[in-house]
């Protein structure tokens, strides 16, 4: 089992509309959690930090499901400038950071 | 800041030959990150420094490929020689830590090698 998975998607989105997606874990012990926004051909960008249970950013939420080990991200009233690929990252207590493969997200007018 | 940066910003080689990619990171930032990403294998960790030192290279795909920091400003990715499976956007990154700042990525490196 990989150490972080994400649903590759794509998810298309009508625009105005909700979307949410996962990001499982199986290091227990992680403290850290991020979401970076990458868009096409450009480099990752930090999108939002989670450190307790969750965070919250305008239309972005973010929530953390240490028993499930998950975390999300949920983007309300979706914009056409949401479209992008969605990248968790769970820095681990040791060893090698990781990142997801990357949820793609398709907002259409 | 002018953030990371990162040179060339497109490569294009033959087989065979040597590439040098170049990294300026954030000043302050202890640590510096070289990702390569391709669509069949995502973002993957290359190598990662702290305070110049090399600290985890176990992504370091094999011995054609070598990373060095000389000092805190400035780190080079090389590949000696290259093939055309290298062919990716390599990326650089710095962060203030390993585990509790975000990554600031450069604009990344196009390599083509034909």
């Known amino acids: 089992r990989k150490e972080v998975e994400q649903d590759p998607g794509p998810f298309n989105v009508p625009e105005g509309a909700t979307v949410a997606f996962n990001c499982t874990y199986s290091?227990?012990?992680?403290?850290?959690f991020f979401w970076y926004r990458q868009d096409c051909r450009k480099e990752p960008k930090l999108l939002m930090s989670?450190?307790?249970s969750g965070n919250e950013d305008g239309r972005f939420t973010a929530q953390l499901n240490r028993a499930s080990q998950y975390i999300s991200l949920l983007i309300r009233d979706s914009k056409l400038s949401d479209s992008a690929t969605y990248l968790c990252?769970?820095?681990?207590?040791?060893?090698?950071?990781?990142f997801g493969a990357g949820t793609q997200v398709v907002v259409t007018p | 800041d002018a953030g990371v940066i990162q040179s060339p910003r497109h490569e294009v080689t033959e087989m065979g030959q040597e590439v040098t990619l170049r990294c300026k990171p954030i000043?302050?930032?202890?640590?510096l990150f070289w990702y390569r990403q391709t669509m069949m294998r995502g973002l993957e960790l290359l190598i990662y420094?702290?305070?110049?030192?090399?600290?985890?290279d176990s992504g370091m795909p094999e011995d054609r490929f070598s990373a060095k920091m000389p000092n805190a400003s400035f780190s080079t990715l090389k590949i000696q020689p290259s093939e055309p499976r290298d062919s990716a956007v390599y990326f650089c990154?710095?962060?203030?830590?390993?585990?509790?700042?975000?990554?600031?990525f450069g604009p990344g490196t196009r390599l083509t090698v034909l």
């Open positions: 990154a710095s962060s203030l830590d390993l585990r509790y700042n975000e990554q600031f």
């Open positions: 290091n227990s012990a992680s403290q850290s």
């Open positions: 989670v450190y307790s």
């Open positions: 990252v769970v820095p681990p207590s040791w060893g090698k950071l990781q």
């Open positions: 000043s302050g930032h202890d640590y």
């Open positions: 420094f702290n305070n110049n030192v090399p600290i985890d």
